[in-house]
């Protein structure tokens, strides 16, 4: 099992502004996976981007990009360009290996207020 | 529909009333997990299905939870006794394969209201 670490419970910034979330997380497992889950207002849970900790390259998806660092346990998660509808809740999370649901740990979660 | 449906979206209780959530995974879908959280926390992991295989039911925070999944298909989640503490949005998730495969996906919740 790992540990996920998100130290800031809330950020605000201006529209069009970039942002960072930060997340430290602690395992013994060599091969392990990374996540930032987002859940807006309705509650539902998205997947926002992946990592495989194998994989040096750090994961993109259009707006949303990690800055993922093995050696320090950290995962951050930047988003440019933010968009009002990116005011969510974000949970980073670490998954081992050995899959199963105990080898899944979440985050508290950051709340990400976009001001118009 | 194609995603991981819940109902009932909310419910008010009183105390000592006997609830129950229930959860439609998407067709195909292993994996299937119920997650609890409180106003403002993360996910609190409750218990986990896959395939045909025993639970994990190691997040069950008392015997007045407990939960059923008949093979692949739906999944219902009961507490029993519900104490004012069990008022949290209950999260349902399910995957194709294990939590390896990459991502889960997530229902709504039910939002449970215990006077």
């Known amino acids: 099992a790992q540990t996920v670490t998100q130290s800031q419970p809330e950020m605000s910034v201006q529209e069009a502004e970039t942002v960072t979330l930060s997340c430290t997380y602690d395992?013994?497992?060599?091969?392990?996976?990374l996540f930032w889950y987002k859940q807006p207002p309705s509650r539902q849970m998205i997947l926002v981007i992946r990592q495989e900790a194998y994989k040096q390259q750090n994961a993109t998806e259009n707006r949303f990009s990690v800055n993922f660092q093995k050696a320090a346990k950290s995962f951050s998660l930047k988003i440019s360009d933010s968009q009002l509808g990116d005011t969510a809740m974000y949970f980073c999370?670490?998954?081992?290996?050995?899959?199963?649901?105990?080898?899944?740990?979440f985050g508290k979660g950051t709340h990400l207020i976009i001001q118009p | 529909g194609a995603g991981v449906s819940q109902s009932p979206s909310n419910k008010v209780t009183e105390k000592g009333k006997d609830v129950e959530l229930r959860c439609d995974p998407i067709s195909g879908h292993t994996a299937l997990y119920w997650y609890r959280q409180r106003l403002g926390q993360g996910l609190e992991f409750l218990i986990y299905?896959?395939?045909?295989?025993?639970?994990?039911k190691s997040g069950l925070p008392s015997d007045r939870f407990s939960a059923e999944r008949t093979g692949e298909s739906v999944s219902t989640l009961t507490i029993q006794r519900t104490q004012q503490e069990d008022s949290a949005v209950y999260l349902c998730?399910?995957?194709?394969?294990?939590?390896?495969?990459?991502?889960?996906?997530f229902g709504e919740g039910s939002r449970l209201t215990v006077l």
């Open positions: 999370a670490a998954l081992d290996s050995g899959g199963g649901a105990d080898g899944l740990t």
């Open positions: 395992t013994s497992e060599n091969n392990y996976y």
């Open positions: 299905f896959q395939g045909n295989s025993a639970p994990d």
């Open positions: 998730a399910s995957s194709l394969g294990g939590a390896n495969t990459g991502e889960l996906f």
